[in-house]
């Protein structure tokens, strides 16, 4: 048979050809499937939902709510989450994504930015939250939460408080004494109980801690300036009485006072008289 100048050609093209696909074939059958799955695999969020309100109980609406959470010597900030409405209540929801980030041969994948690993064992996670630029309080005791492959799936309500939350008795207490302690209490034997010293945020357990109202000072009007200690969350009420015989001769000036935390100062008009007497009552 004669074989000519282009059957030859057309030989080895064909040969190229198959040996062209084979290789091609036996890149994409290897490693193909490694850039397919060799990816971090999105897994179910942890969720957290709840209301929002401010220290006296009223309802705030989040535009903005920033979470950060971490553990498992990583971090995560969540600052996307939406608001529901459920009969009149309006209530938050965010997403915590985890994802897994190795093979079947722990073989590692890379991460995810803002994601965190979901751990085959129980792992420990602490939170915060800020709503609207302010500092905002979680349940007591819920700073923490575990999360795993186990626990994965996790739904939780997490009821929020924006602003300065105040301390109750039960912790002025325990951070005063170191126990609980009556409120009706004198322990330092100052003449105030201890519920009356939580409340204008001097120490019960000091006798010398008692400065409440700093200054009483005249000025050049005839009125007079009243200096005291505040309390940041508390509101406060000033009275005068002219007769201190007369017990239930005190009479208001000024109530609804917010304390701001720091030194406050309020003029006073003295009005007719010789005598005066003021005091400020911590309104509840």
């Known amino acids: 048979m004669k074989i000519n100048k282009n059957t030859i050609l057309l030989f080895l093209v064909v040969?190229?050809?198959c040996l062209i696909n084979r290789y091609v074939f036996f890149l994409l059958s290897t490693l193909l499937p490694f850039f397919l799955f060799a990816v971090p695999v999105?897994?179910?969020?942890?969720?957290?939902?709840?209301?929002?309100?401010?220290?006296?109980?009223q309802d705030v609406t989040p535009t903005t709510s920033v979470w950060t959470v971490s553990g498992n010597s990583e971090q995560a900030t969540v600052s996307s989450f939406q608001t529901v409405s459920v009969n009149g209540d309006s209530f938050y929801i965010i997403q915590v994504p985890f994802e897994t980030r190795k093979l079947a041969d722990d073989t590692p994948i890379g991460s995810t930015a803002n994601t965190l690993e979901l751990t085959q064992g129980d792992t420990s996670y602490t939170r915060a939250v800020t709503v609207n630029g302010e500092t905002t309080s979680l349940p007591q005791g819920k700073v923490s939460f575990v999360y795993g492959a186990f626990s994965q799936g996790l739904v939780e309500r997490l009821d929020l408080?924006?602003?300065?939350?105040?301390?109750?008795?039960?912790?002025?207490?325990?951070?005063?004494?170191?126990?609980?302690?009556d409120g009706?209490?004198?322990?330092?034997?100052?003449?105030?109980?201890?519920?009356?010293?939580?409340r204008v945020g001097t120490n019960a357990n000091d006798?010398?801690?008692?400065?409440?109202?700093?200054?009483?000072q005249v000025q050049p009007n005839g009125s007079i300036q009243i200096r005291f200690q505040s309390?940041?969350?508390?509101?406060?009420?000033?009275?005068?009485?002219?007769?201190?015989?007369?017990?239930?001769g005190w009479?208001?000036?000024?109530?609804?006072?917010?304390?701001?935390?720091?030194l406050m100062s309020r003029p006073v008009a003295l009005g007719a008289g010789n005598v005066h007497h003021f005091r400020i009552v911590v309104q509840d």
């Open 15 to 17: 040969t190229f050809s």
């Open 42 to 57: 999105s897994q179910p969020p942890a969720v957290f939902y709840g209301a929002v309100v401010n220290p006296q109980g």
């Open 161 to 181: 408080v924006v602003g300065e939350v105040l301390e109750t008795y039960e912790e002025y207490s325990q951070r005063v004494f170191g126990e609980p302690r």
């Open 184 to 198: 009706s209490l004198d322990s330092d034997g100052d003449g105030q109980s201890n519920y009356e010293e939580y």
């Open 207 to 216: 006798a010398a801690s008692v400065k409440f109202l700093e200054a009483l």
């Open 231 to 248: 309390l940041e969350g508390r509101q406060y009420r000033i009275e005068r009485n002219d007769d201190l015989k007369d017990a239930d």
């Open 251 to 262: 009479e208001m000036v000024e109530e609804d006072i917010e304390g701001t935390g720091n």
